[in-house]
């Protein structure tokens, strides 16, 4: 079946560092790639999103390559700061599902001054 | 657009009690999902509508778990003699038909079982 693996957390960096949250799949064809954020006492919110090989989602800073040799999808982010702290959840959609989502379990981002 | 809106965003109820919850998808979106989120984990989907067909049901939706979305806009969960292991935020997502397209999600409903 589909699923997505993600790197656990907690991730603590100091304002101004470099971010990578990793994140690998398993999915038949050529699934849609996405990252989530959840902040604190609010809902999900879609960060950015892949829809083919090689694509880059990119959005407030942060950005993802769509691979697909290495089926992976990291997120990146070159400075972060403190209100970038969230848990992050990276997600796929498979072809033929109608969209729905399989989430990994979320990797929670801890930022500091 | 007014997002994916929820109700109740809490809701407490005794065990073996019924409860119902409502979901006000964004207007011109025709898919509605239901996700499950327990503490630590990442949602889990649940089961998805297409107007007001119910095209897929998750296994982990046993029957005590019912849902409607009767003119193909809100939808309801229901969950009938709820357990301890029913406790967890449930969330609402809604996207439009295009493939490929992202979810957008509500702020959930979160379930406490005394």
């Known amino acids: 079946g589909n699923s997505v693996t993600q790197m656990e957390g907690p991730v603590t960096l100091s304002e101004e560092a470099f971010l990578t949250i990793n994140c690998t799949y398993t999915a038949t064809g050529y699934p849609s790639l996405f990252w989530y954020v959840q902040y604190p006492g609010e809902g999900l919110q879609l960060l950015l999103k892949a829809t083919k090989a090689d694509d880059k989602g990119s959005n407030k800073g942060f950005e993802a390559t769509y691979r697909k040799e290495t089926t992976s999808f990291h997120l990146e982010k070159g400075s972060v700061q403190v209100s970038d702290s969230a848990v992050y959840f990276c997600a796929l959609s498979a072809i033929g599902t109608a969209s729905k989502l399989t989430f990994g379990t979320g990797t929670r981002l801890q930022v500091t001054l | 657009d007014t997002g994916v809106s929820q109700n109740p965003r809490h809701k407490i109820t005794k065990r073996g009690q019924n409860v119902t919850f409502r979901c006000d998808p964004i207007s011109e979106h025709n898919r509605l999902y239901w996700y499950r989120q327990t503490l630590g984990q990442g949602p889990e989907f649940l089961t998805y509508?297409?107007?007001?067909?119910?095209?897929?049901k998750s296994r982990l939706l046993s029957d005590r778990f019912s849902a409607e979305r009767p003119k193909g806009s809100f939808s309801t969960l229901e969950i009938q003699r709820t357990e301890q292991g029913d406790s967890a935020m449930y969330l609402c997502?809604?996207?439009?038909?295009?493939?490929?397209?992202?979810?957008?999600f509500g702020d959930g409903t979160r379930l406490s079982i005394l």
């Open positions: 509508f297409q107007n007001e067909a119910q095209l897929e």
């Open positions: 997502a809604s996207s439009s038909l295009q493939g490929g397209q992202p979810q957008h």
